[in-house]
């Protein structure tokens, strides 16, 4: 098997194992299922860039322009930003779901693999090596938000149900194990400082695309379908990000909006890819 | 102004400086962009009614949705965003000054911390201070009622951040609407050999040859043609008079007089050679069409389509391959008569096919055409700055959080005090509960420390 093919299937089985056992950890809290978890996150994170980059190595072509590579940085671009806030604000906890994410979207992935194949001449631009690891590392942290938002939302309605109900003492099994999860306002906070490493990234990387149209197709706007999609995602964080400045917004709106704008990230991702043509899939 | 005047105004000026306003806003300007991936822009209007029910296809033409982007909608809505950015800016972003400095009840604020340490209330506060100092903050000291208060602020700059992210906003918008007003683009085919000039600036484009590179590569799913280059030979005729030959590739267009040039397309032209009763028709023959253009023939309603080029086609099956390198070319014709179709055919080169009446015609020689787009857009520059602007502004918004600490310090019994603090900030209190948390471990444990 060569080289890059192995370090795939190593991300791939460290991902799911991972997934297990943090998502077993997010149940049953029980500190061996995190002490196992955090090293297979971290090693399919290791051999998913070391994959990047022998492929790069091993072809001499960048490994980011097709749907294979580019899912590939976006996984590990997701796990790479979990674990730093993992480390920091100390959330192993929510592992399971980006790991569990992550496997899923590389086993996409490499249903896409082609083996190597020369840039078509619109690709071939030094704008394309800062120009998708820019974007796709925003759809990275706008995942890792997606999470948060989505604990967020599942404690909101299960503390909401369990005060709605009778007899909800402390002695009840979810009350206790709602309340080993940080406060809302906590991980609203965590899902507002990962919108915050992804917008400026995605305006950075909707920036940088539009220096490269420029030079390629002629004009740094053309409302091709994936430019105006990435500008719709855009636009939902723009929103996201003004709400949060309203105290009375702040949390369970502002965390429904996170979820849709995740939805949008994959909708222009992928959606886009597949389902409409435009300049971005340039025949020319 | 009169009441009602006044009363218009005051609404006027809380609903355009409202955030939430300022978000249903996004709301509609995003809807009107999804529109605009979903259903295809810039169509014929028989598109639509292929492609979606008649009802919804005249909807669709009726809302201008087939050309979204450039529609009263899309710009009333920018329009009205760039509107309430402006009052909000006026009304609300620029008069936003820091809080006056004045006391507060402590433990009234979410984010507060009382400790006891050890020394006198002077020697507290001056150890507090300079603990706030070595970690950026600014301090203030002022008396109250004969309570000394310390405050300390931090990133008071950074309130400008909003101000700095709508002013790239509205700087982008500017240049876009500079070239609106002042750019233009446009696209032309040039037959290899031929020249042509560019209506908005009389430049003159002779394509001197245009060539490609495809690589065939065997991929997991099949053949794949992977195109590698397109280059074209120009001679360009620029507001100099003098010709300068130059070379424009995909990723790297030519400049002339402001006005860029683009590889953007490439085809084949197609030499026909008509005739009737055996001998050719001048002004038939002499043409070059180009893929998608069509001749009548004379003194009949019937009409011939060039509908497009085939590179190379299979010598066994006899039908088109995928290969786009010219090998056993051939041209798909299609006939139609008095606007009805009669049907469509493959015709290798040369071939000849029998049009009625007399009239013959083959497809004699193609021509290789290079497609350019130019563009003039005088407002990019502005364009480009603003973008570098709203980035500022996004990472000053974010990265920079204003806050503000009040600290008082007291006497509880000889030589030991009593140190309150709370903060508060411009995203209020959840953002910072970390950091005040570190901030008072680190007022406790040097106050202990000295
Ligand atoms: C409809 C027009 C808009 C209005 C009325 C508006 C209003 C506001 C207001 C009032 C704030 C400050 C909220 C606060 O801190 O209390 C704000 C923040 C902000 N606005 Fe806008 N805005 C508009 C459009 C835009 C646009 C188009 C952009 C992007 C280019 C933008 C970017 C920002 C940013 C980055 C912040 C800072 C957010 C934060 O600190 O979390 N705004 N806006």
Redesign the interface.
Known sequence: MPLDELLIAVALCAYTLGALALLGYFFARTPWLRDVGIPLAILGCVAQFGQLFARWELTHVWPLLNLYGSLSLFTAMSVAIYIGFAFR?KLWFAGGFVLALAAIFLAYGVTW???T??P???L??YWAKIHVPIVVSSYAAFLVAFVFSCIYLIKYYAERRLQSQEGSGRGNPLARWLSSLPSL??L??VV?RAV?IG??LI??GI?TG??WA????????Q?D?KE??A??SW??Y??Y???????S??GLRTNWVSVVGFLSIIFCYLG?NIW?SGLHSY?? | MTAVARQLYGDFVRTFGSVFFAVSLFLVWGVLTLIGVIVAQGEDPNVYFQSYAAPIARAILRLNFDNVYHSPWYVGIIALILLSLAVCTFKRVIPARLPPLRPVSIDKIPLHATFNTPGAPEQVRARVAETLRAQGWRIRERIFGGVEWSFADKHNWARRGVLVAHSGFVIIAAGTTLYWARGFSGEMAVLSGQTQQVPQTQALVRLDDFSYKISPIMTKSGMVYQPIDYVSHVTVTGKDGIPKRLTVRVNHPIDVDGTLYYQASYGFGMRFLVTHNGRPDAALSGRTLLEGESFDVPGTQRSMLYERFVPTVDKQSGMPTADPRVNAPAVVLAASDAGNPLGEGLVPLRSWVDLGNGWRMKPQRYVIYSGFQYRYDPGVVLVGIGAFVLLAGLVISFYFLPARVYVRVDEVAPNVSRVGAAATTVKGYDVFANAFARLMTSLRGEAQDA
């Open positions: 604000y693999y082609e083996g194949m020369p078509v001449p619109s071939q631009s306002p906590q609203d906070v507002y915050a917008l400026p305006s950075v920036i539009a220096m420029k030079e390629a197709w002629g004009a740094y706007w409302w379908p105006t999609a500008l719709f636009i939902i723009l929103a990000m003004h709400l949060h400045t309203r105290h917004w702040r886009v409409i025949k020319v």
